[in-house]
């Protein structure tokens, strides 16, 4: 707390007053900036709501993605939160929210027929989470990503396998 403080040029105090404790400081930094890197996919990409397109680029975004601070502090925030029941609950509603906007994507992907819609949207979701933390420990311990395009190729095919036509 003390280096964020210096940082920012503001005392500790001034940090604490604004939040209840370090867990709610934490969860609030990882709100801040998550989203920032979903919201400038989108910008680039101009998905208008298709949750193939979304899967596609978001999957393969993670193998060319920039190195980020957010990375590491994520998944410190995932350790502690084993230790700090308010962090775990800050940080379960984030992810609720994530989970129930990705799963209304593929929900109006099911219902305008581009997504299979015998298949369980949750299940869904929880592959896309599933690897996309998978990455956050990978990168954690240093292992290099597949090619780009192989790792593409991977991508485009798991998510034509969402096609009902597939």
């Known amino acids: 707390m003390a280096e964020i403080a210096r940082r920012a040029g ?8 604004r939040y209840s404790g370090k867990a709610e400081l934490l969860a609030e930094a990882i709100r801040q900036c998550t989203p920032e890197e979903f919201d400038l996919l989108f910008a680039e990409h101009g998905f208008e709501g298709k949750a ?3 899967l596609t680029t978001v999957g393969g975004h993670l193998v ?3 190195k980020s601070p957010l990375q590491a502090i994520l998944l410190e925030a995932f350790v502690a939160a084993r230790r700090d029941p308010e962090l775990k609950g800050l940080l379960q509603e984030q992810f609720y929210d994530r989970r129930a906007r990705l799963g209304a994507l593929l929900d109006a992907g099911k219902e305008a027929g581009i997504v ?12 896309a989470h599933a690897v996309g ?11 290099d990503h597949p090619d780009p395009d192989a ?3 991977v991508i485009a095919k798991v998510v ?7």
């Open 64 to 66: 060319t993605r920039e």
């Open 133 to 143: 933390l998978g990455f956050l420990l990978y990168e954690a311990l240093g292992v």
């Open 52 to 54: 193939k397109d979304i």
């Open 151 to 153: 790792w593409q190729q």
């Open 116 to 127: 299979d819609p015998e298949l369980d949207t949750q299940a869904i979701v929880h592959f």
């Open 10 to 17: 503001l005392t500790t105090g001034a940090i604490y007053s």
């Open 160 to 166: 034509r396998s969402l096609d009902p036509d597939g």
